[in-house]
């Protein structure tokens, strides 16, 4: 990620300390390649090194959450997807992909191989990319410096 995205989510969250977690571990990040099957994107890889779970415009599911996001770790997130639409075939892109994040109706954002970051709209079926990388999602999210917020 680039450096000035880094010091602004740094500096929101210096400032909103309740939507910030605590750095995941190396050994947490393997482990959710490990379950998930997977590499995790660099970007989001140092976002969870970083901050872990926290709050940046967007919940941004990883380890470690602040007191403002659920307990859910990446890989229980996931793997709960995962299961739920492998029944019915639903988006198998999903096997090759960690949900990092939710919408407000429950719908999975996912990281996929790619690096995009992509939407399933579990009402309509319909899927939607929201950006062409991790970086650009948060950026997308993330507020700016308001000092009313």
Same mark, same amino acid.
């Given at each position: 990620?680039?450096?000035?995205?880094?010091?602004?989510?740094?500096?929101?969250?210096?400032?909103?300390?309740?939507?910030? $977690?605590?750095?995941?571990? #190396?050994?947490?990040?393997?482990?959710?390649?490990? *379950? !998930?099957? &997977?590499?995790?994107?660099?970007? %989001?890889?140092?976002?969870?090194?970083?901050?872990?779970?926290?709050?940046?415009?967007?919940?941004?599911? $990883?380890?470690?959450?602040? #007191?403002?996001?659920?307990?859910?770790?990446?890989? *229980? !997130?996931? &793997?709960?997807?995962?299961?739920? %639409?492998?029944?019915?075939?639903?988006?198998?892109?999903?096997?090759?992909?960690?949900?990092?994040?939710?919408?407000?109706?429950?719908? #999975?954002?996912?990281?996929?191989?790619?690096?995009?970051?992509?939407?399933?709209?579990?009402?309509?079926?319909?899927?939607?990319?929201?950006?062409?990388?991790?970086?650009?999602?948060?950026?997308?999210?993330?507020?700016?410096?308001?000092?009313?917020?």
């Amino acid at each position: 990620m680039q450096q000035d995205l880094l010091h602004r989510i740094k500096a929101f969250l210096a400032k909103n300390e309740l939507f910030a $977690g605590t750095p995941a571990t #190396p050994e947490q990040l393997a482990e959710a390649e490990a *379950q !998930l099957q &997977l590499q995790l994107d660099p970007d %989001y890889r140092e976002f969870l090194s970083l901050f872990g779970a926290s709050y940046v415009g967007v919940p941004v599911y $990883g380890f470690n959450p602040g #007191p403002m996001l659920p307990d859910t770790t990446v890989i *229980q !997130l996931t &793997l709960e997807f995962r299961q739920a %639409y492998a029944a019915e075939a639903r988006w198998p892109i999903l096997a090759q992909s960690c949900v990092l994040a939710l919408t407000g109706s429950g719908d #999975p954002v996912i990281l996929d191989p790619a690096g995009r970051i992509r939407v399933y709209y579990h009402d309509s079926h319909e899927e939607d990319t929201l950006a062409d990388s991790f970086a650009d999602f948060i950026e997308q999210h993330l507020p700016t410096a308001d000092p009313d917020f």
